[in-house]
């Protein structure tokens, strides 16, 4: 059974830093995509970035570019989000997902439990 499990969440003041981590098994990694979505109360899921299998490509939403940066490592099956100068905004329940890189964005194939991130002011 396929698990993907979101670490690194907390409470942090605005302006600090936060790393997520997302550590996969029984799924073959490397032939996946990988995502991290957020959903703050009362709105829609977001896919905040992704990469590609082999890291070469990635994607951001413009609300994070130059402050957040994804990476992963095919050999330890983990997917990482440095988040950076983080905002109020910010604020959310963060999940790892994976997918084909084209449909990811709405329909990927596997989600974790969620990691809730808290930024104050």
């Known amino acids: 059974q396929v698990q993907l499990v979101e670490s690194g969440g907390g409470f942090v003041q605005a302006g600090g830093s936060l790393r997520l981590s997302c550590a996969a098994s029984?799924?073959?990694?490397?032939?996946?995509?990988m995502g991290w979505f957020r959903q703050a109360p009362g709105k829609e899921r977001e896919l905040v970035a992704a990469v590609s299998r082999t890291g070469v490509y990635t994607y951001y939403a413009d609300s994070v570019k130059g402050r957040f940066t994804i990476s992963r490592d095919n050999a330890k099956n983990t997917v990482y989000l440095q988040m950076d100068s983080l905002k109020p905004e910010d604020t959310a329940v963060y999940y790892c997902?994976?997918?084909?890189?084209?449909?990811?964005?709405?329909?990927?194939?596997?989600w974790g439990q969620g990691t809730q991130v808290t930024v104050s002011s």
């Open positions: 997902a994976a997918g084909p890189w084209l449909q990811l964005h709405r329909r990927p194939d596997y």
């Open positions: 029984e799924l073959p990694f490397s032939r996946y995509a």
